[in-house]
């Protein structure tokens, strides 16, 4: 079987030692990034074209309850959108992934992919009271839709980086390219418009690293 992991930023992408191999399971594995939001639907149209069995939604979430702290790691196999879409599979292969986790304790969650940054908690406490999901991230329903039509399951792991009550950065969703990698000259210009934002900024680095590194030690674990 092959399995196909999606990240949507190359810091994501580098949590593999190697992008091509075999995984504990004896599955053969690859990892190619897919960018943030609509542009995971080009990658994940490609990648069930190269024949991937199962596609493995890989990268950082942010939070949407205080019971999820940077650095958890969580599994999904429930998605949903703000347009009300739903999907759901199942696979053995989600089971196998929490054992062969379970020295990160793991936890099984729904996801909601937002089609935007979700920077304010007022926001966040909507988002939740209306979808009722613990996390949120920018493609997984979108990657959900083009495998559900190719009757390949899709399932997804996330580590938190932003917590419920984090506060970030309000340019945030100004400082990005494209592809969701950080345009560096619009950070700079936007932290010396706005200097009290500078240690959001600063922490958000720092929760960034923190939830890499749990899922560095997550692909560590799963390939061979």
């Given at each position: 079987?092959?399995?196909?992991?999606?990240?949507p930023?190359?810091?994501e992408y580098?949590?593999?030692?190697?992008?091509?191999?075999?995984?504990?399971?004896?599955d053969?594995?690859?990892?190619?990034?897919?960018g943030?939001g609509?542009e995971?639907k080009?990658?994940?149209?490609?990648?069930?074209?190269?024949?991937?069995?199962?596609?493995?939604?890989?990268?950082?979430g942010?939070?949407?309850?205080?019971?999820?702290?940077t650095?958890?790691?969580?599994?999904?196999?429930?998605?949903k959108?703000?347009?009300?879409?739903?999907?759901?599979?199942?696979t053995?292969?989600?089971?196998l992934?929490?054992?062969?986790?379970?020295k990160?304790?793991?936890?099984?969650?729904?996801i909601?992919?937002?089609?935007?940054?979700?920077?304010?908690?007022?926001?966040?406490?909507?988002?939740?009271?209306?979808?009722?999901?613990?996390?949120?991230?920018?493609?997984?329903?979108?990657?959900?839709?083009?495998?559900?039509?190719?009757?390949?399951?899709?399932?997804c792991?996330?580590?938190?980086?932003?917590e419920?009550?984090?506060k970030?950065?309000?340019?945030?969703?100004?400082s990005?390219?494209?592809?969701?990698?950080?345009?560096?000259?619009?950070?700079?210009r936007n932290?010396?418009?706005?200097p009290?934002?500078?240690l959001p900024?600063?922490?958000?680095?720092?929760?960034?690293?923190r939830?890499?590194?749990?899922?560095?030690?997550?692909?560590?674990l799963?390939?061979a």
């Open positions: 079987m092959l399995i196909g992991f999606l990240t930023l190359e810091a580098k949590t593999f030692g190697r992008h091509k191999g075999k995984l504990r399971t004896g053969e594995y690859t990892v190619q990034k897919c943030v609509q995971a080009y990658a994940a149209e490609n990648l069930i074209k190269e024949g991937a069995d199962l596609i493995v939604g890989w990268g950082v942010g939070s949407m309850t205080r019971q999820l702290n650095g958890d790691l969580l599994i999904s196999s429930s998605f959108d703000q347009r009300g879409g739903f999907f759901e599979f199942q053995d292969f989600a089971e992934l929490n054992a062969t986790l379970s990160l304790q793991p936890k099984m969650a729904a909601l992919t937002v089609e935007k940054m979700v920077l304010d908690q007022k926001e966040k406490a909507k988002l939740i009271e209306k979808y009722q999901t613990s996390a949120v991230d920018m493609e997984s329903a979108i990657i959900a839709q083009i495998a559900k039509k190719a009757f390949v399951p899709y399932i792991v996330r580590t938190i980086c932003d419920f009550e984090a970030l950065p309000g340019f945030l969703d100004q990005l390219k494209n592809n969701g990698e950080p345009n560096i000259p619009a950070v700079f932290v010396i418009l706005n009290s934002q500078a900024l600063f922490r958000l680095g720092w929760d960034f690293h939830a890499l590194r749990t899922l560095k030690q997550a692909a560590s799963l390939t």
